[in-house]
Antibody, heavy 121, light 110 residues
Framework: EVQLVESGGGLVQPGGSLRLSCAASGFTFSNYWMNWVRQAPGKGLEWVAN????????YYVASVRGRFAISRDNAKNSLYLQMNSLTADDTAVYYC??????????????WGQGTMVTVSS | SSELTQDPAVSVALGQTVRITCQGDSLRSYYASWYQQKPGQAPRLVIDGKNNRPSGIPDRFSGSSSGNTASLTITGAQAEDEADYYC?????????????FGGGTKLTVL
């Protein structure tokens, strides 16, 4: 079964750090771009970051650039998101998502169940 | 960065047809994909960038596009289609390969 399972969420104080993980199974992880998408409580989806198949290219939404770092370990079929200098605005459910191979499109064909990050004192 | 605009809310009578739209400059260069999200659940792909339906998505869901507008059409809406719907596409700002989502449309089936 093709599956993504996130972990690592929790409660963190403002200014703190957290590392999210996403374990992939059921497909050849190294063949796909991977993404993090978040959703603040009661709000819409916001793309956070993506990473190329071999990890050589990474892109971020402006609001997290310089604070968050996406990475992957293809040997472990795992995706990561290191989050530093967290603020209340980063409070959200964080999803990892696989980007399917559709030319000229960004189709997220597999999603994890999400992990909640709460930034609060 | 690019933006995608969706109507915040749309309603449809049971069994009728509804179209949800997504507008943005990036759609002149890139295809939109569509996602359904029900309360407490992760999003689910319903239409990919080539307007194809993944396995398990009913054929009442279809996609189309024209110019800077992409559309998701549900023909014969069912009660279980009540959900939030989001579009996304590539962010077309230069060599930056980011992604942008629309703000979402809450579909109510009456």
């Amino acid at each position: 079964e093709v599956q993504l399972v996130e972990s690592g969420g929790g409660l963190v104080q403002p200014g703190g750090s957290l590392r999210l993980s996403c374990a992939a199974s059921g497909f050849t992880f190294s063949n796909y771009w991977m993404n993090w998408v978040r959703q603040a409580p009661g709000k819409g989806l916001e793309w956070v970051a993506n990473i190329k198949k071999d990890g050589s290219e990474k892109y971020y939404v402006a609001s997290v650039r310089g604070r968050f770092a996406i990475s992957r370990d293809n040997a472990k079929n795992s995706l990561y998101l290191q989050m530093n200098s967290l603020t209340a605005d980063d409070t959200a459910v964080y999803y990892c998502a696989r980007e399917g191979v559709v030319v000229a499109a960004t189709t997220f064909d597999i999603w994890g169940q999400g992990t909640m990050v709460t930034v609060s004192s | 960065s690019s933006e995608l605009t969706q109507d915040p809310a749309v309603s449809v009578a049971l069994g009728q047809t509804v179209r949800i739209t997504c507008q943005g400059d990036s759609l002149r260069s890139y295809y939109a994909s569509w996602y359904q999200q029900k309360p407490g659940q992760a999003p689910r792909l319903v239409i990919d960038g080539k307007n194809n339906r993944p396995s398990g998505i009913p054929d009442r869901f279809s996609g189309s596009s024209s110019g800077n507008t992409a559309s998701l059409t549900i023909t014969g809406a069912q009660a279980e289609d009540e959900a939030d719907y989001y579009c996304n596409s590539r962010d077309s700002s230069g060599s930056y390969l980011g992604v942008v989502f629309g703000g979402g449309t809450k579909l109510t089936v009456l």
